[in-house]
């Protein structure tokens, strides 16, 4: 069974902290993703990563940071968590196109971020 | 400017009844992927569905049915004989062939069936 595990459900942090959120497939996929999801915005990509140590921003960037070392794991970085950043995080995977045709992204549980 | 719409922000809808969500996306890509994923109460979105833009047949999977029109770009999703466990919020998604590996989502829509 095909599996994307993100670290923690629920996480609680205050204004300042530096945040990790780590995410793992064991899929082998190259393409890893963070979305960010509000209320009525519906998901919006943070980064995207399609290879190790290589990364690009998504729609939502600013205040943001990943890290991709190994294949396996795609890190979240709160540089300096905010009170705007309490959000549902959500991470992802997939097989790059052109690997394959087509291919479907899976989905980790989510983190649901408070940070006060 | 929104790639993918789903205008229906939440539906009601009572047990038994059918109901259909809309999706409508936006693409200059002659190749293209359409998805649907079901995001629970518990939060992990599951994947549903994959449609490829050369492939228009509709597609039924039990109580589920997809129609793809590349005529309207739309890709409705309907549920015949609704059940609570259907409750859900419900995302419709475009990947591009030529912006590679991105995937482009709908704000969703929330589905509550009513016993």
């Known amino acids: 069974d095909v599996k994307v595990t993100q670290s923690s459900r629920y996480l609680v942090k205050r204004t300042g902290e530096k945040v990790f959120l780590e995410c793992v497939q064991d899929m082998d996929h190259e393409n890893m993703f963070w979305y960010r999801q509000d209320p009525g915005l519906g998901l919006r990509l943070i980064y995207f990563?399609?290879?190790?140590?290589?990364?690009e921003k998504g729609d939502i960037p600013e205040g943001y940071s990943v890290s991709r070392e190994k294949k396996e794991r795609f890190s979240l970085i709160l540089e300096s968590a905010s009170t705007n950043q309490t959000s549902m995080y959500l991470c992802?995977?997939?097989?790059?196109?052109?690997?394959?045709?087509?291919?479907?992204?899976?989905f980790g549980q989510g983190t649901r971020l408070t940070v006060v | 400017a929104q790639k993918v719409t789903q205008a229906q922000t939440e539906i009601s809808v009572v047990e038994k009844e059918d109901v259909t969500l809309d999706c409508v996306y936006e693409?200059?890509?002659?190749?293209?992927?359409l998805f649907w994923y079901k995001q629970p109460p518990s939060g992990e979105l599951v994947f549903l569905i994959r449609r490829n833009s050369f492939d228009e047949q509709n597609e039924i999977s039990g109580r589920y049915s997809w129609n793809f029109q590349k005529s309207t770009s739309s890709f409705n999703f309907t549920i015949t004989a609704s059940q609570v466990v259907d409750s859900a919020v419900y995302f419709c998604?475009?990947?591009?062939?030529?912006?590679?590996?991105?995937?482009?989502f709908g704000t969703g829509t929330s589905l509550t069936v009513i016993p």
């Open positions: 990563s399609y290879d190790v140590k290589m990364k």
């Open positions: 693409t200059r890509d002659t190749t293209y992927y």
């Open positions: 992802a995977s997939s097989l790059r196109q052109g690997v394959a045709l087509n291919t479907e992204a899976f």
């Open positions: 998604a475009l990947s591009e062939r030529n912006t590679g590996n991105q995937f482009y």
